[in-house]
């Protein structure tokens, strides 16, 4: 049965605002609900079914979760306050009305549906007949092109050959005799005459057979002058011109080609091992030569430059191509153990994770998961490795499916003590590494619950296999769940103390964010928020003193937390993680950037505000270092040092 979610509200005329801390639980396990009079929340455990007073806007409402709190703001249908939230009923009239509401919000959902369905329809529709527009008016566009480009190619086609006409005019008036006759070309004897050029006028078509010699009126050019030259080269030149097409003769035109005989090769008979022929003649199903090809996932040739691609490709989809019913064909032929055994690619992944190289360990393990993926072993380790590495979601997914196998197992072989006593060993390192994941992910009840997971079963365990867990006891399990239980309770009060300042409550705000620094002075977040408090009350030394140790931890990104006397919250067994980790955003990410800059602007405008203007150009040329594409920053900088300037001519 869920248990029933604290919430708060306040309102406005035309809204109500309700807040829910998410005590942890993440905000992609919140289910919210809206309809005219209810206002529904799941975040498993906890549920929060509210009847409301009044008739509320169920298509217009937020929701915006900010440092673990979900505010949902709902829009009221008519503006007015209420002076209540919830209604006040019997349980029966109060289950009606949610009874009705739901149905009238189903009812509207279809309805919302069908709407969509038809205006995606439409939609569809109007962007066919665009598209298909579009391609008319395209094809239009070329056809016009194109009909320019013919023109220009055909109006250049007859310049050319008008200039051609009046050259070789000129050149036949030099070389020609003159004739008697004006319209007599004179003839020349030649064993086989070329056929010339055939010419079409455009104005007056040719009859299909007459031929015309180009140059047949060249002689009474001669006696003209040069205007009516002119005039019939212009004429000449709206001819279209059909080059004769003139294939030199050979003596051996008509003779035929000589038909050669090749014959067929012959089958060898060859000696497999040695390679000898035995018999030239053999017969030709004797004859077979047998050639075997290097096995290939890609039915391509190789080709050097497409080997790096390749492997990367076989690579990363090696887990899928096993199953594949063509391309799997060629993992297990010619494959080494290092493709085969996922028991020596696991003592591989061993050898790189104790060197130090994380990452190749990381590949090895995935790889022997690829083979075999009921390797439990291989599982926990590459949780280490993704633990080691701040791959935290992936570390527990790792985990939980570990965990769940192991469990199975234990079952099965509950009458073997050793080997009980072997997955109880490894229970306990995968409660530990999964509760270790879910604290630098911020869900401190699942890490509470592992560690008590761990805790019950490494008390079952015998002498023999506690001694061999050297890094582990009860004391140090014990010890980190107290440490995290101060950590939990720090991150409840710092929430608390958030939503009491989005609600303009400042002095209990500050009260909440004293008592979460008292149990943890290295917490940024409440560190950083706490001197907002200050600045609003006014409080302008003390708010620039815990922007300035908010400043000192951020700025620590390339190195984790030194554990010192009051701020030590080291876990004990090796496998786990700095517990102050996970109050702080990992080193060198773009969220501990973030704080950093809003920290370094807040402590700025506390400065300015007590007229230390050199510090605070100091804040912000560094703010400026941390994100250049900041124009605002940069504007802020500049008035500054003319403030600045502006002082110092006065002094």
Known sequence: MPLTGEYKWNESNDTMKISIPLKGVSTSKVDILVSELTLKVNYAPYLIDIVLLKEVNELRHKAVVKEGVLHVTLFKKVEEIWGECE????????????????????????????????RRVEEERHAV?????????????????????????????YETFARMQVEEQKKMKTVLPTV??????????????VQPAVITNTTSPVSPGKVTEIFDDYDMLSDVDSDVEKEVINKKSQMKIVEPIVQPETENDNLEEDIKYIPPPRNALVDEETGEIIDANADAAAGKVKINFTPRIFPTPMRESKIAEEEDWVAKNRRHLKRHGVLGKGLGKGADISEEDPTWLKAKADDFFRSGDTRSALNAYSAAID???????????????????????????DCDFAITHSLEELQRRASDNSEKMKLLSSLVK???????????????????????????????????MIASLTTISVQSIQSDIDRLKTLSHAEILKKEADTLFAEKDIQKALEKYNAAI????????????????????????SAIDDCK????????????????????????????????????????SDKRKLWLLKTLLRKAVALTQIDRLEEAITDYEMAVEIDPTDDKIKADLANLRKLLESKELKE
Do not use: W
Not at 181 to 189: C, E, L, Y
Not at 371 to 396: H, V
């Open 87 to 118: 209604r006040k009923d019997t349980k029966s009239t109060l289950n009606q009305i949610r009874t009705e509401s739901l149905k009238k919000r189903e009812l509207l959902e279809q309805e919302i549906a069908t709407k969509k369905s038809d």
């Open 129 to 157: 007949r665009k598209q298909m527009a579009l391609e008319e008016a395209e094809r239009g566009r070329l056809d016009n092109v194109k009909l320019e480009e013919k023109k220009s190619a055909e109006q250049e086609v």
């Open 180 to 193: 008697a006759s004006p319209k007599t070309i004179p003839q020349q004897s030649t064993p086989k005459p």
């Open 371 to 397: 083979m075999d993926n009921t390797f439990i072993a291989c599982y926990s380790n590459r949780a280490t490795c993704y633990l080691k590495l701040n791959m935290y979601p992936q570390c527990q997914a």
């Open 430 to 464: 995968l409660h530990l590494r999964r509760c270790s994941a879910f604290c630098q992910m911020g869900q401190y009840q699942e890490s509470l619950n592992d560690y008590y997971q761990a805790l019950t079963k490494y008390q079952h365990l015998d002498a023999s």
């Open 518 to 541: 008292t149990l943890i002075p290295v917490h940024v977040s409440a560190l950083s928020n706490r001197s907002g408090c200050k600045l609003a009350l006014g409080l302008i030394e």
């Open 549 to 588: 140790m908010a400043v000192d931890l951020l700025i620590l990104s390339a190195k984790p937390l030194s554990s010192g006397s009051n701020n030590q919250l080291l876990i004990t067994n090796g496998q786990m993680k700095n517990m102050l980790n996970a109050v702080l955003p990992p080193p060198d």
